[in-house]
C-alpha cells in the first residue's frame, strides 16, 4: 500500500473488486481469487493508497476453465498466494466503516466479502455507505452507452479494454465515474441550449387512461422509432428526463460523493429487470430478418423464426449475479433473442400474480406460428437436459402451451416487466403504436395501471414482439420465460 496519511474518521472512499471462480454446478459459491481496492480523497479524487493480492481457495479444482476465461486467472497463478485467512484483517481494515463504491458491488462484491468472512467465522466489515455505480449510473447516466457493463462503458469513453483484474478495474470505476459526473455536470450548465437542440422526436405520445390523448406534460421523453437509435445516443436525452440532477458541487475542483451517496441511499434499486440486461437496437418498422447489436465484448442477435437453424440452437451455462450460474440460450455460439411480427392475442393482460410489492406480474397469451413453435420446443429440449445434467430436480413447464383437446392450438405467453425507480413503477417494455397508415408512435404511461394497458392487448389485436428466452428454476419449477422488450400494436 502506499504512504499517504489518512484522516481519523474514515471519511476516504473504498473502491474495491473481487474476482472470483465462476460456479459449475447447483449448490456451489463462489471462492476468492483476487481483492483488489483503493482509497479515494473524497473532495479531490485522488488516490491515496492501493491494495491488490492474490487469493488461494482452499481448492484449486475450484479454478475451472470457464472460470480462467473470465478474469484470467489460473491455479498456477494462485497456488503460492495468500489465503482469504491470510488476508482477513487487511480486507477489513481497508473497508470497515467507510464508504463503499464499486460496480455491480451490492449484488455481488459485497456478497463475496460477507460469505467469504462467515466462511472463516470472523465478522464481516461494514460500510459507512454504499455507492453502486451500476444503480447510479443507470439511474442518472442513463443507457446511451449501451449496456451498463464496466466494459461498455469504458469503450464508450475510449479508456480502453477491461482486464477483469481488481486493481485495474476499479481503477477504470473511478475514471468511468468522473466521464459520466463530467458530462452531466456541462449539460446541467447550459440546460436552455441542450434542450433546444434536443432530439426528441415530436411523434412521442404520453397515455393516460382518462383520455387516452397525446399530452405535452408528464411522463418521459421519448422517440419515435425511426430516430430511437440516434435519440438514444444524444448527451442531454438522460438527464431531460430526470426529476433528480446528480449531485455535482460548484467549487472548483471538488465533486460531493457523498452527496453522491446519500442521493444512492435515497433510490429504489428494487427492480424485476436485471440491470446488466442487454438493450436490443431494434425498430419496430424495420423488415431486417436479423440483425446483431454488438455492446462491448458481448453480443446478442435479434432473430425471426423463419430465419433460425434450429441445428444451431443450444444452451450452456454462464455466471449469474444472483449467486451460482444459469442457463443461456445461444444461436450459433451467440445469446439470442426472438423478434416476430404479427402474433395474434388470444387472451389479454392477466393479473393474477403479484410481486412483492402488490403489484400485478403482468402477462398476456398469443397464438405462436408453427416455426415459432418449432424454435421454442428446441430451445426447451437444449435447456431441459442441460438443467437435468446440471442436478435440477424440478419440474419442466413447456414454453410452448398445449392444453389437452387443444393440442392443435397452442399458445405462449409474453411477460411484461416492470421496473422501480424512485418508488414509481414503469413498464420496462418498450411500447409502440402502429396506425393503419403506417406511422409508428411510441407510447408512454402516465402511471401503472393494468387495465389501461388490458384496452391495448384485447383478443384478436395483433403486436409485433422482440423478446428475451430466460430461464428460471424456481420453487421446483423451471422452464423459459418469454419476456418482452419491444411491443408494436397494429391499430385497426
Known sequence: MGSLPLSDDRSEIVFFDVETTVPTRPGQGFAILEFGAILVCPRKLTELRNYSTLVRPSELSLITPLSERCNGINAEAVSNAPTFV?????VYDLLHGRIWAGHNIIRFDCVRIRDAFAAIKQPPPEPKGLIDSLVLLTQKFGRRAGNMKMATLATYFGLGQQTHRSLDDVRMNLEVLKYCATVLFLESSLPDIFTENCWVSPNAVTRSRSNGKSRPEGGLLVSSPETETQDKNHPILSLATSSTEIAVSNAADTFSFRELQNEINRESIRTDVAMDDKSIQYSPGSAASS???QAGSSSIA???????????????????YYGSQRIELHHEGF?????????????????KFVDSAGRPRLNFVVDPSPSLCNVLDACDNVARKLSSESGSSSDWRPVVIRKEGFFNYPTIRLHIPTAVCEEIAIYATEIYQKESSGSVQRLLFSKFDAAELDSLFKPGTFVDAAFSLDLYDYHQNAGIKLVAKKLTIHCN
Open 335 to 351: 445469446p439470442f433473442q426472438l423478434h416476430c411480427s404479427g402474433l395474434k392475442v388470444r387472451f389479454g393482460i392477466n393479473t
Open 291 to 293: 440483425s446483431v447489436h
Open 302 to 320: 435479434v432473430l425471426e423464426p423463419d430465419f433460425l437453424s434450429i441445428s444451431s440452437i443450444d444452451a450452456s451455462l454462464v455466471p449469474s
Open 86 to 90: 491470510d488476508i482477513a484483517h487487511s
